[in-house]
Nanobody, 127 residues
Framework: QVHLVESGGGSVQAGGSLRLSCAAS???????????LGWFRQAPGGLREGVAG???????SYADSVKGRFTISQNNAKNTLYLQMNSLKPEDTAMYYC??????????????????WGQGTQVTVSS
């Protein structure tokens, strides 16, 4: 059973940086069934949206709103996922969730069909 546990959230001022981590115990890529890891976020009163994804082949993908500011990566053992967030904006304020699932295209992992969610970590950006 895969368990995802996020950490690293907090409060920062606009323009600052945070690095989120996700410990993915029991995780392994599995063909097309589980070919993606990624991050989603949900702002207060908003819908949960994909932020960044990484495919089993190492390909990464990002929502347009975070391109050039956020970077997704994972360690060599593929049991820890990271999201480096730079140049943060107040509109980045949200609960951030680690997730794994599948996508038909390596370039679309940030919009993967999720089969396992983490509990989330709060990110708050003030102006």
């Amino acid at each position: 059973q895969v368990h995802l546990v996020e950490s690293g959230g907090g409060s920062v001022q606009a323009g600052g940086s945070l690095r989120l981590s996700c410990a993915a115990s029991g995780f392994s890529y599995n063909g097309y069934i589980r070919n993606c890891l990624g991050w989603f976020r949900q702002a207060p009163g908003g819908l949960r949206e994909g932020v960044a994804g990484i495919n089993s082949d190492g390909s990464t993908s990002y929502a347009d709103s975070v391109k050039g500011r956020f970077t997704i990566s994972q360690n060599n053992a593929k049991n820890t996922l990271y999201l480096q967030m730079n140049s943060l904006k107040p509109e980045d304020t949200a609960m951030y969730y680690c997730a794994t699932g599948w996508s038909g295209s390596a370039s679309d992992c940030y919009t993967m069909a999720v089969n396992i969610w983490g509990q989330g970590t709060q990110v708050t950006v003030s102006s």
